[in-house]
């Protein structure tokens, strides 16, 4: 696309052609980078569920929460951040937009209401209110991802999987990014980073909701070059946020200075502007050669093929009697049942039923309940389990932005080193799962010993482990069972999280503590008459050694896994998908020369009209025109 001139006056090149500054500010904004860059944006505000644990304590103190309700409030915290039905259907009949919009409003409704609960704006809400709150709140989460993360799939389908680990990315940066705007905005107020939360997300959805939209798909060829621009800035935004929390631990920071280290934040996630201009002027220039050098257009001439012989008429069939169409039914309704205990082998696509009555999704599922259920009640319960071991408010925000840049971490290098290990050394994803599990031990026994200044580093190997499982989950899931239904069974297996948290969260840790605060307060609660809080590590210890133990018994149930698709992960497990794009390309160029003949004879068609073509002309004109009859 060439712009010449403009109102807004335009730059001479030399050679008769001009760039309009307006009109390429136009293109960029509208182009597909700028909505990729867009996406980031919001993406990196919409993991306000990940930071449940700095605001946490002031929800249990404000409303007077044990620590069981508080650990309820968080299952719902999770079910909504987990359950994306509704919003997957509402995007499969409207626009990107709505679904954006409703995500917004969804989320400024869920998080200022609970806002005005703890600072007493409101009166205080029943609990089962609190938790609707919470879970639309979450939820809006589900809205941003499908608005935006699906968005961009469809429009860079040929590099789905970069894109899908670049915003994934930013979502685990999410938590550490907030922290940073929360200091510098409202200081040391964690109540108002609770308010920050709901208009943030927001307003960053509502400014750029209309840049997000489906575009004409583009043949890329080889990966190109921003989508490394973009990973190396994501590293370099994920390394600063990294130094900045071990320096702020360290020394104490003013109000201003934090005001500049986010400003070094905002810098880092603007930066990507660069190059999305960039590319743009890139695509504009390669178009400007291509309009001054025209390549010459090849023109083939083929004889007319002989008419083919017309079909036969078909017989009309008398419509089934009801006998008989119900009998169809229910041998249909049969088959259904039979074929959901008969799958099809790994690798091949398999049908949703068939796909949740597998052993293997079964073994998939449990293992990852295990896991992210463990990993999860580390995460949510990180500000408690900080206040009980005796660590700083200051810390426990630093444990939480460690979590979050680990978390970023995790979801980059399982992504990358699972590809590189499956190709090159065909080491299976469901073994690297297993290790990950096994890793995240570490992090539960440090937790639950309350080792000196351990939960530093526990921070870092929960985050990194919870990252971790995500992208091997959703790609062995892709894997075993095919990608026909993958959007539903993708779906399903984000259900473990919620499910996970309910049992480790709120019936064992949430549990465990309060009975220990009760025994530490000789059985009376707090002032507020349901307020307790525990000091030590007892509060934790026997909850983390349990899930621990439930841990190590998914990397066990794991390993059954590995054992039954040792063979499937030996083999090329995408020979089948180079097999279809070869096929593929080789039918859509089938298809763009059967258009070109198509385009040519009719213009011959046309023309042979207008020159009153001879009974011979006109009668291969009916052929090409696919009439069948002589003239």
Request: net charge neutral.
């Amino acid at each position: 696309m060439v712009f010449a001139g403009g109102t807004c006056g335009g730059a001479g090149d030399g050679d008769g052609l001009k760039l309009d500054p307006c009109r390429f500010a136009v293109r960029v904004v509208r182009g597909r980078w700028f909505m990729l860059f867009s996406s980031f944006l919001i993406m990196a505000a919409a993991g306000a569920t990940y930071i449940f644990s700095i605001y946490s304590k002031d929800i249990k103190s404000s409303l007077g929460y044990d620590q069981s309700t508080l650990n309820t409030l968080s299952f719902f915290k999770d079910l909504g951040a987990n359950v994306g039905v509704l919003s997957g259907l509402i995007n499969e009949v409207t626009p990107p937009w709505v679904v954006l919009a409703m995500g917004a409003g969804m989320n400024l409704f869920g998080y200022l209401m609970i806002y005005l609960a703890i600072t007493g704006r409101t009166a205080p809400p029943h609990v089962w209110l609190m938790c609707l709150y919470i879970c639309v709140g979450a939820n809006s989460q589900t809205f941003a991802n499908t608005g935006a993360l699906v968005t961009c799939v469809k429009n860079f389908p040929e590099s789905r999987g970069i894109v899908l680990g670049l915003l994934k990315g930013f979502v685990g940066l999410s938590g550490a990014i907030m922290t940073q705007l929360y200091y510098a905005i409202y200081g040391d107020d964690s109540k108002s980073l609770v308010l920050l939360i709901a208009w943030l997300p927001a307003a960053i959805s509502i400014v750029f909701v209309h840049t997000i939209r489906i575009m004409k798909v583009e043949t890329q060829g080889k990966t190109p070059k921003p989508f490394f621009c973009f990973l190396y800035i994501s590293i370099a935004l994920a390394t600063y946020l990294l130094i900045a929390i071990v320096i702020e631990n360290k020394v104490t920071f003013s109000h201003s200075e934090f005001g500049i280290s986010a400003a070094v934040v905002m810098l880092l996630l603007v930066l990507p502007l660069a190059v999305v201009v960039k590319e743009e002027f890139r695509v504009f220039k390669q178009t400007k050669q291509d309009l001054q050098n025209p390549q010459p257009l090849a023109i083939t001439v083929e004889k007319p093929s002989p008419p083919e012989p017309l079909p036969l008429p078909e017989s009309k069939q008398s419509p089934p009697t009801t006998a008989t169409a119900g009998t169809k039914h229910k041998n249909h309704v049969v088959s259904c049942v039979g074929d959901m205990f008969r799958p099809p082998d790994r690798g091949e696509d398999y049908s949703i039923l068939q796909a949740l009555v597998s052993i293997d999704m079964i073994i998939l599922f449990f293992a990852t309940i295990c896991g992210v259920g463990g990993t999860l009640t580390a995460i949510d319960n990180m500000g408690q389990i900080g206040e009980s071991l005796g660590y700083p408010k200051r810390s426990i925000a630093t444990f939480v932005s460690l979590i979050s840049i680990w978390n970023y971490a995790g979801r980059v290098a399982s992504g990358f080193a699972s590809e590189i290990f499956l190709t090159k050394y065909k080491f299976p994803r469901p073994l690297m799962l297993t290790a990950v599990l096994l890793l995240s031990c570490v992090g539960h026994l440090l937790i639950a010993f309350g080792v000196s200044n351990s939960l530093y580093f526990a921070s870092v190997v929960i985050g990194f482990c919870f990252g971790a499982q995500w992208p091997l989950l959703f790609a062995i899931i892709s894997e075993i069972f095919g990608l026909k239904y993958y959007s539903t069974l993708y779906n399903f297996g984000g259900v473990a999280s919620p499910i996970g948290s309910y049992i480790l969260n709120v019936r064992v840790a949430g549990y465990l503590y309060d009975r220990e605060a009760l025994k530490q307060n000789n059985g009376v609660r707090g002032p507020n008459g349901t307020d307790l809080t525990c000091i030590g590590v007892e509060c934790y210890k026997l909850s983390f050694i349990i899930i621990t133990a439930v841990t190590v018994l998914g990397a066990l149930v794991s390993l059954v896994l590995v054992w039954r698709t040792k063979d499937f992960y030996k083999g090329d497990i995408y020979a089948k998908f180079r097999e279809q794009m070869a096929v593929a390309e080789i039918d859509m160029a089938a298809g763009n020369f059967s258009l070109d003949r198509i385009d040519g004879e009719e213009e011959a068609t046309q023309k042979k009209k207008k020159k009153n073509a001879t009974s011979q002309d006109e009668e291969e004109e009916v052929v090409v025109n696919g009439n069948g009859k002589r003239a």
